[in-house]
């Protein structure tokens, strides 16, 4: 039997591209995605459990495995408040991860973002710093928090700001070196290879890595 892993968020942008990593990795004999609705693709190393982010709990026995991915994230428009915003990016990723340690889970690898800070004048930064933060003090054996810049992509739904910051982006894609190379942004590949690739290093404790460290995650996988 090979590792069993699970994926939270599989339906986004990282956590789709993840999922079909990891099904075409021999090292993974299973993965569990747990989605609020079914992925448009199958696999047979893929199952996809409908759950309800608001009783995790309910699906603890899901939580058995070696590793749990967490690719959860929304926006605040898309989530419609800023309290539905840090359910999504807070609440859940915490409980998924106090479930991991209660199952006995040995890597536990969440996005995060770049710039997190809990004492951020932003919002959204400052949720994701509250998120490492909160992470941080549970206990996991091995925590990689992955610290991406400007995802780019193919996403499903259209993030009108984002597209046009990304087409920007590879245009001027000359700037990118010396000190401000931590903020070009990186393709949604990479980012899941980088958690791979974190979590096949197996380093017990917390780390974060951030976005100009996610080639040199990756290339520690075969």
């Known amino acids: 039997m090979g590792e069993q892993a699970l994926v939270l968020g599989a339906s986004g942008l990282v956590g ?3 999922v079909r990593q990891l099904a075409a990795d021999p090292a993974y004999s299973g993965i569990t995605a747990l989605i609020r609705k079914p992925l448009p693709f199958t696999h047979e190393k893929v199952e996809q459990v409908l759950v309800d982010f608001d009783h ?37 990723p915490v409980t998924a991860a106090r479930l991991a340690l209660a199952a006995g889970v040995k890597h536990y690898a969440v996005i995060s973002s770049l710039g997190a800070d809990e004492k951020s004048m932003f919002f959204y930064s400052r949720v994701k ?3 490492e933060r909160a992470l941080g003090e549970i206990g996991l054996p091995s925590l990689s928090i992955i610290r991406p810049s400007l995802l780019l992509g193919n996403r499903q739904e259209r993030r009108t700001g984002e597209q046009a910051a990304a087409a920007a982006s590879r245009a001027l894609s000359f700037i990118w070196s010396g000190p401000l190379k931590k903020y070009q942004p990186v393709e949604a590949g990479l980012v899941a290879a980088a958690m791979r690739g974190a979590v096949r290093q197996g380093t017990p404790g917390a780390f974060i890595y951030h976005s100009a460290e996610l080639s040199r995650l990756a290339a520690v996988l075969p």
């Open 16 to 18: 789709s591209e993840l």
């Open 129 to 131: 710093g509250e998120l």
């Open 56 to 92: 995790l709990e309910r699906y603890a026995s899901s939580f058995a495995v070696d590793t749990v991915y967490c690719c959860l994230g929304t926006t605040i428009r898309k989530a419609g408040s800023q309290e539905a915003f840090r359910k999504v990016d807070l609440e859940y």
